[in-house]
């Protein structure tokens, strides 16, 4: 009894632990799900899985499905989110205990029973137990916005390094508050429309309605939501990371605040969607990404400078090369801000390049090929962020030596390699006809599939070290039962 | 030499990848028995419409049991050009369109009266082929459906023949009949019932040109050179009303200039085979996965 009191107490009352059953429950449903479309579908995998597992997929309820699949995997990835805040951010232990608590009672329940609904039957109990879940991670959320609050004194910052107010208020405090709010106000524009359309199961793709005049507000109000959420989750991320590798001095001075802006005014950008303010609304949102964009480049510049320095303290005029190992001597540390890089070639300058460029190219190509480049948008932005959460796990569960150079590299490697092909995919109309293309898709597809492949065998590996490693006495669990990142943050 | 061997495999990978695709590959000749020229009886009535059944009514109208066939397209461009219907310009066949009202909506692009590409000549997949004076189908695509035509171009054929393009309510009534189903056949989908992406029909090679057209109501239940096909029509007896080619739609809406496409094509995955699922694009793209099929009032 001992045995499965320790287990569980770790897994579920310390940081790493709960971090590490998130990603456990996320890695499953990928495993999963992941057969049931793409290469896996083409080689009749996923009729094995259906048929295997009792799915019961019904034609015209795969759009609903889908929203259902993609909630359960974000519901985790902001619990995973909101550990790191409660572990890296100073806040009373009662709310530290009653934030883990609903978040992860909620994202379980959305997750299990928001998944057995869609793919296993309709059963409105499991529907009501999935919106109680959401419901939880959205108390959740105003506890933590409560916890957090920036303008508490005891939370004030008296250190000059970072970027305070003159009274002393932390900037950064502030800017992850403001992330929460906008967070859990942003949800509200998916909640409201989710539970009109959800009603009835007249539940629809966003990327299905574009070219379509006169959209209505809850069809706007869905697809702001959308957009914001996957922005909101990458700001918090990259405030979560700026934090763990102890960003400060004039560049997280002038990045802060740059920050709060940014997220305020694309929030005000999306929320704009919905009123008659919406034909501006882009410009509001381009205006609010730019300083949001720009901190996190200041991170960037940042962390590149302290690896550089840090890693070529020992000598007295190092040169590019030496520079530049030092740059990349350890990916975990290199990686996140990397992947940050990387995501403006995979997702941000091509919104923009479609964006600028709609009328003249991508709108003379059918929707379909416009749906592609959007899906194939999401699904990269989403996944950089997974890589960059999984860079910062192996640094918090103490890779050292070949293992940290070779998990950290996998992941760079393989997740850009495939990053790269989706890029590559979404943009192939640009260069290649439809009657032509076969052999270069074949390539690409390889490559995507290698690149995700891969990055699922890691993960595997990873998960099932940590599972073996549960059942020995003094794994490496016990040592992480008891240690918060806190005290990881980089001095 | 460790190092050696992944670049030159990824080398050779990438060379076998970037190889020019024969388009005009050798394709199995097949013949079956569905008559292009047959019309199939639409009762007036209602039927449920989009994915989410919503009950509506159409007139009575007839369609055409398959997609026009580039054999047919051949013949009519003969006789449009000989009438002075059609002209070839600049390696374009175009005719004359009387244009759409324009309401200046954001994105929306002017349609104006005036002459219209109906299909390129020198598009490398064009399988309609032009000496001067007159117009062939290529060998073993006779009776496949007619591709790489505009919306223009399918409007100009049925216009000529009196006939009109359905609209998507027509379309999908054609499609689905009265009562809820996904598939013109029924709930399910499989290799034998349509050409889809990665189908393994006998037409498709995953690995060179990739998916290519089947000839029209190729999926009737026989079984051709092995590949054993399901009789797949709708319920008032379409072929092809998924998969093998999207279908060109006659709606024009207000406040856009696209043009509706159903049906799903010989390049999508099995979602977009599903009656109610739309596609669109200008009305002078065309594509090799592209086709329509007319309807008449009469």
């Known amino acids: 009894m001992q045995f499965i009191k320790d287990r569980f107490n770790y897994l579920f009352n310390s940081t790493k632990g709960l971090i590490l059953v998130a990603i456990a429950m996320i890695a499953v449903v990928a495993a999963v799900w992941g057969t049931l479309s793409g290469p896996m579908a083409e080689m009749g995998v996923s009729k094995v899985v259906i048929k295997l597992l009792g799915m019961d997929i019904v034609q015209a309820e795969r759009e609903g499905r889908i929203v259902i699949l993609y909630h359960s995997i974000a519901m985790a990835v902001i619990a995973i989110e909101t550990y790191m805040i409660t572990g890296l951010f100073k806040m009373k232990a009662m709310y530290k205990t009653f934030i883990n608590g609903l978040i992860t009672f909620g994202y379980i329940l959305a997750m299990i029973f928001g998944l057995l609904f869609a793919y296993f039957g309709h059963s409105w109990i499991f529907h009501g137990l999935y919106i109680f879940g959401l419901s939880l991670i959205f108390m959740a959320g105003i506890l933590l916005v409560i916890a957090i609050w920036p303008w508490n004194k005891e939370y004030y910052q008296p250190d000059k390094d970072y970027a305070r107010s003159k009274s002393g208020v932390d900037i950064e405090r502030v800017a992850v508050w403001a992330t929460a709010v906008t967070t859990l106000i942003s949800s509200l524009f998916g909640a409201i429309p989710g539970s009109y359309f959800g009603n009835g199961f007249t539940v629809f793709l966003a990327e299905n309605t574009i070219r379509y005049p006169g959209k209505s507000v809850l069809q706007y109000s869905v697809i702001g939501h959308l957009h914001i959420m996957l922005a909101l989750i990458a700001i918090m991320l990259t405030l979560i990371i700026g934090r763990w590798l102890n960003f400060k001095g004039i560049l997280h001075k002038i990045a802060m605040p740059l920050m709060i802006l940014g997220t305020i005014v694309l929030n005000l950008g999306v929320w704009g969607v919905v009123t008659p303010l919406q034909p501006t609304a882009h410009t509001i949102i381009y205006v609010g990404a730019t300083p949001a964009m720009f901190a996190a480049l200041l991170l960037l510049i940042w962390s590149w400078n302290k690896l550089i320095k840090d890693g070529t303290a020992h000598l007295k005029k190092p040169n590019f090369f030496q520079k530049l190992a030092a740059l990349v001597r350890d990916p975990l540390k290199f990686g996140p801000t990397w992947q940050m890089l990387f995501m403006n070639f995979t997702t941000s300058f091509l919104g923009i390049f479609m964006a600028i460029r709609l009328d003249e190219i991508f709108r003379v190509w059918p929707a379909r090929e416009e749906r592609i480049e959007l899906t194939g948008h999401w699904h990269a932005l989403s996944a950089i962020i997974a890589t960059i959460i999984l860079l910062y796990y192996g640094d918090m569960i103490g890779l050292k030596g070949k293992v940290r150079q070779l998990y950290g590299w996998s992941i760079l490697i393989f997740s850009d390699i495939a990053l790269a092909s989706v890029t590559v995919f979404e943009m192939k109309r640009l260069f290649i006809t439809e009657a032509e293309q076969q052999p270069l898709v074949n390539f690409l597809m390889y490559a995507m599939d290698i690149g995700l492949g891969a990055l699922l065998v890691i993960l595997g590996a990873l998960m099932v070290w940590r599972l073996t490693d549960l059942f020995k006495k003094n794994g490496r669990w016990t040592e992480e039962a008891n240690h918060d990142i806190s005290q990881e943050v980089n001095e | ?298």
């Open chain 2, 1 to 298: 030499m460790k190092r050696i061997i992944p670049t030159l495999f990824l080398l050779t990978f990438l060379l076998v990848s970037c190889a020019p695709v024969d388009l005009n590959a050798p394709l199995p000749t097949v013949v079956t028995d569905v008559d292009p020229d047959s019309w199939a009886q639409i009762p007036a009535g209602e039927f449920y419409f989009g994915q989410f059944d919503e009950v509506v009514t159409t007139d009575a109208y007839e369609i055409m049991i398959t997609n026009v066939t580039t054999a047919q397209y051949a013949a009519f461009l003969n006789n449009a050009l000989a009438d002075g219907y059609v002209k070839v310009e600049d390696n374009k066949v175009v005719g004359y369109y009387p244009g759409d009202e324009f309401h200046g909506y954001k994105h929306e692009e002017r349609i104006d009266a005036g002459d219209w590409m109906f299909l390129p000549l020198d598009d490398p997949s064009q399988r309609i082929k032009f000496d001067g004076t007159t117009f062939t189908a290529q060998a073993g695509y006779e009776n496949h459906p007619m591709t790489s035509v505009t919306w223009f171009g399918g409007w100009g054929y049925c216009e000529y023949y009196d006939y009109r393009m359905p609209t998507e309510m027509e379309w999908e009534k054609a499609a689905r009949g009265d009562d809820n189903r996904p598939f013109p056949w029924g709930d399910e989908i499989g290799h034998g019932n349509a050409n889809y992406y990665a189908s393994r029909d006998p037409f498709e090679d995953m690995s060179s040109y990739g998916s290519r057209t089947s000839p029209v109501g190729f999926y009737n239940g026989k079984t051709y050179d092995g590949f054993e096909t399901i009789d797949s029509p709708s319920p008032y007896g379409l072929y092809d009303m998924a998969g093998n080619v999207w279908q060109w739609t006659g709606d024009v809406y207000e406040k856009m200039h696209y043009r509706f496409m159903r049906g799903g094509s010989k390049d999508t995955y099995e979602m977009d085979l599903r009656v109610w699922v739309r596609n669109n694009a200008t009305p002078t793209y065309f594509s090799p996965g592209v086709g329509f099929r007319c309807v008449s009032d009469n």
